[in-house]
C-alpha cells in the first residue's frame, strides 16, 4: 500500500500573479497571502509513480494587489469581496505525464460561481520535505459572471493569465502546522517568478 505524504503550503516561499489588460495597458494583481496544501500517495520519492489525492488553495481577494488603490478597490467591489471573502481552487483530477508534469482537473470557485479548468501542473522536490509546484491557466472572467469595468474610455478586457510558483513543505506526522508571517510586497511576488 503506497505511504501517503501530505504538504503544506509556505506562503513567504509561494506567489500567485494575475495579469490582466486594459484600455490604458497591462494590469498586474499579486499575492502572497495563500493558504492551502496537498496529499500524495506513493511508494517512494518519485513524482512520475506519485498520486496526488487531494490539493486545495485560498486566496483572499483583499490581499490581491496591484500597487494602484483605484484598481485595488475597483477589483475587490468587482469580486464582491464581503460577500465572497475567498477565491479557491480544488484539484479534481491529475495524471503524470512524465518528467515532474501533470495534467490537472481543478475546480475554481470566483465570486461564488464554480468552474472546471484543466491545464499543465509541472512539480519538482529539490529535496525529500519540499514540493515546488508551477503553471498558469488562462481564464476568461466572463465564465464567472463578473461584471468588469468600463468607465469612459477606461476598459479592463475579460480574459487574464494567472500564474503560481508555490513551494510547500511535507507535514511531519502527528504535528500541527502553522502558517509563517507573511509579507506582501510586489518586489517580493515577481523575484519567486524571476528565478
Not at 500573479?17 to 494583481?29: C, D, E, N, R, W
Not at 475567498?86 to 490537472?104: D, H, P, W
Not at 465570486?111 to 529539490?126: E, N, V
Not at 481564464?139 to 510558483?165: E, G, N
Request: hydrophobic residues 40%.
Amino acid at each position: 500500500m503506497a505511504d501517503r505524504a501530505v504538504f503544506r503550503l509556505v506562503p513567504e516561499q509561494s506567489a500567485v500573479l494575475v495579469g490582466a489588460h486594459s484600455s490604458a495597458g497591462p494590469i498586474t494583481f499579486g499575492t502572497m497571502t495563500l493558504d492551502g496544501g496537498a496529499e500524495f500517495a506513493t511508494s517512494e520519492l518519485d513524482l512520475d509513480s506519485a498520486v496526488p489525492v487531494a490539493a486545495s488553495m485560498r486566496i483572499p481577494v483583499l490581499s490581491l494587489e496591484s500597487g494602484n488603490q483605484l484598481y485595488d478597490s475597483e477589483l475587490q467591489l468587482r469580486l464582491h469581496q464581503r460577500r465572497f471573502p475567498n477565491i479557491t481552487v480544488e484539484l479534481c483530477t491529475a495524471s503524470a505525464q512524465g518528467g515532474g508534469r501533470f495534467v490537472a482537473e481543478g475546480d475554481l470557485t470566483i465570486c461564488g460561481t464554480t468552474r472546471r479548468l484543466t491545464g499543465y501542473l509541472d512539480l519538482a522536490m529539490p529535496d525529500e520535505n519540499t514540493l515546488v509546484a508551477t503553471g498558469r491557466e488562462d481564464v476568461d472572467m466572463r465564465d464567472f459572471d463578473i461584471d468588469l469595468p468600463s468607465i469612459l474610455a477606461f476598459k479592463i478586457f475579460p480574459d487574464v493569465t494567472a500564474q503560481f510558483r508555490l513551494t510547500a513543505s511535507r507535514e511531519v506526522p502527528r504535528s500541527r502546522w502553522r502558517a509563517p508571517a507573511t509579507t506582501r510586497t510586489s518586489h517580493r511576488l515577481r523575484d519567486r517568478f524571476a528565478r
